[in-house]
């Protein structure tokens, strides 16, 4: 997770820096505050047209992520590098129990579901890159526009490169706000069309994420979870 962070930030998109500004820059070293620090927490609040659901989540310098997601059900793991460790209905689970070929109940692509929905900072900076102008809006808050390419993104990762989806009337639109340097909380608002052969399907999606307890943020792991994991 570290290394991703540090070549994320590397990489910043040089569109977002040169439309933003320093604005982009006050925001990405907010970022970088956070993800630099010894630990942390963020809770995650998607409502939407097509569902809605609540995420927390942990994070420490040396790579270990907790995530806990409430959607239909809940969904609970640990990962950290290649090891791993999720609670399914039989108990923790982790890299020896995979059942390749075993569809929602294999435990591999439970733990792949819940590092798809990542950890915050990286989401943060994706927001950044893909913002047409952030502008500050004073009081340490910035917004600005999305590109066309990231809604797509973040309403089904992958689609900006599809040539069999279809979306249109696209809109999106992020804010951030800092508690003196660091980031403190973002939100991302996205809408469009969904375009089928059959049809056209509205979406719209709000996410909201806020961070806290940084530095000062414990990740307890189960025996259970940490015995899988070794």
Sequence with gaps: MKLALIVALLGFSTTARDAGGDAAEDVKAAVA???????????????????????????????????????RGQREGLWKGETWAVK?????????????????????????????IGVATSEALQLL???????????????????????????????????????????GSVKFWLKGETLSKYEFKISGTSVYKNGEAPFDRTITTTFKDVGSTKIQIPAEAKAKMN
Excluded: C, F, H, Q
Excluded at 42 to 56: A, F, I, M, P, Q
Excluded at 88 to 113: L, Q, R, S, Y
């Design 129 to 171: 890159g893909g913002t047409k102008e952030l502008k500050s809006e004073g009081n340490g808050t910035y917004s600005g526009d999305l590109t066309d390419d990231l809604i797509k993104d973040l309403w089904v990762p992958g689609s900006s490169k599809a040539t069999n989806l279809r979306l249109e009337k696209l809109k």
């Design 88 to 116: 399914t209905e039989g108990g923790w689970k982790g890299p020896a129990d995979a059942m390749p070929g075993g569809g929602v109940k294999d435990p591999g692509n439970m733990i792949m579901g819940l590092k798809n």
């Design 33 to 71: 505050k956070v993800a630099d620090a010894a630990n942390y927490t963020w809770t995650r609040d998607l409502k939407g047209s097509r569902s809605s659901w609540t995420v927390e989540g942990k994070a420490d310098k040396d790579g270990l992520v907790w995530l806990l997601v409430n959607d």
